[in-house]
């Protein structure tokens, strides 16, 4: 995207740069120093037709609407976001093979820059496809991951999985047993413990293949 922008020569004065920011997106001042008459035809022109460039070709105007896409083209970028999907009767777990549909409370996603997803019955499910992507899925690498989402024990809502608060140990059992059991606020995630004697509160960095192993030997 620089470079795209960088391929056009920026010839602005300070004060021009400065006059074109605080009118960008709208067409106004976008061009050099003249009358209303001749700023409106060198944009209605670069816009709309030929006729207004073939009366300015000024590398300004040229300039103005390059930045214009550009802002505009990282504007839909930062709005797109990945929204967790609900799962359809279909979807399976790619590492345990159970229908997920059927356990919600306990529901885990991993979105992919293709658009593409893997759906888990369980947090711990999810951990070891993630630890082991290469086996589960030759396709694709970490780098491709672009949102986690794990469901919060107490609102059963999607949580971002990076930043959830995982409690592994206690009393509470998933689909498949032992469970890591998430939550999006620390307090919430103190209590469980409390309630459910959980052994040990971790962030997703600290999980380890170790962790799961000895969940599932229970």
């Not at 008459?37 to 300039?63: K, M, Q, T, W």
């Not at 992507?133 to 491709?144: F, I, M, Q, R, T």
């Not at 498949?176 to 971790?202: I, Q």
């Amino acid at each position: 995207m620089m470079a795209f922008a960088g391929t056009y020569r920026m010839k602005l004065r300070s004060s021009e740069y400065r006059y074109m920011l605080q009118s960008a997106g709208t067409g106004e001042r976008c061009g050099r120093q003249g009358s209303s008459a001749e700023r409106h035809l060198a944009i209605g022109g670069a816009f709309g037709g030929n006729a207004g460039l073939r009366r300015n070709r000024s590398p300004f105007v040229y300039d103005c609407i390059v930045i214009n896409l550009v802002l505009a083209l990282l504007l839909t970028s930062v709005c797109f976001a990945f929204e967790p999907l609900k799962p359809t009767k279909k979807d399976k777990c790619p590492v345990c093979g159970m229908f997920v549909a059927k356990y919600p409370n306990f529901l885990a996603q991993i979105a992919f820059k293709d658009g593409s997803y893997a759906i888990f019955d369980g947090p711990k499910d999810m951990f070891k496809y993630y630890m082991k992507l290469p086996v589960y899925n030759a396709s694709k690498k970490k780098e491709d991951i672009v949102a986690v989402y794990v469901t919060d024990y107490y609102s059963l809502k999607p949580i971002d999985g990076l930043k959830a608060i995982y409690v592994a140990g206690s009393d509470v059992m998933g689909p498949m047993g032992r469970e890591l059991v998430p939550f999006e606020k620390e307090d919430d995630a103190t209590e469980f413990m409390a309630d459910h004697d959980g052994k040990t509160r971790l962030r997703f960095n600290e999980v380890t293949t170790d962790l799961l192993t000895r969940l599932d030997s229970f």
